[in-house]
């Protein structure tokens, strides 16, 4: 039998995000450790937030993805391949995590598994 002390509490998973939307919501370093990452995919990267940092800008700019100013509304999340929430605020990641779920997307709110 595995030793339980070894066993992983998350399960990592894959989604094709090739032509679709992935949205970021934040503008700091979370968010730039985000739109880095996923620059390295075919996805079509979304990131709203009232602000981009000098470093999320820069690797926005890089990736050639978009930026949109504000809050992502409901129908923002349409069609969304994925949803990351990297605010870095708890409250305002609540908020993403609670509207990707009513909009049916997987979320990941970074760093809280």
């Known amino acids: 039998m595995p030793d339980a002390s070894r066993k992983l509490a998350v399960f990592p998973a894959f989604h094709k995000v090739?032509?679709?939307?992935?949205v970021i919501v934040g503008g700091g370093a979370e968010a730039a450790a985000k739109i880095r990452l996923l620059a390295e995919t075919s996805a079509r990267i979304v990131?709203?937030?009232?602000a981009l940092g000098?470093?999320?800008g820069a690797d926005l700019i890089a990736a050639?993805?978009?930026w949109r100013g504000a809050f992502p509304a409901l129908a923002d999340?349409?069609?969304?391949a994925l949803v990351f929430a990297?605010?870095?605020?708890?409250?305002?990641?609540?908020?993403?995590?609670?509207?990707a779920h009513e909009a049916g997307v997987p979320v990941n709110v970074v760093d809280r598994p």
């Not at 090739?18 to 992935?22: K, Y």
């Not at 990131?47 to 009232?50: D, L, R």
């Not at 999340?77 to 969304?80: I, R, V």
């Open 18 to 22: 090739a032509g679709r939307p992935v």
């Open 47 to 50: 990131v709203y937030s009232a």
């Open 54 to 56: 000098r470093e999320a």
């Open 64 to 66: 050639g993805g978009e």
């Open 77 to 80: 999340l349409a069609g969304a």
């Open 86 to 99: 990297a605010t870095e605020s708890e409250e305002k990641d609540r908020e993403i995590k609670a509207l």
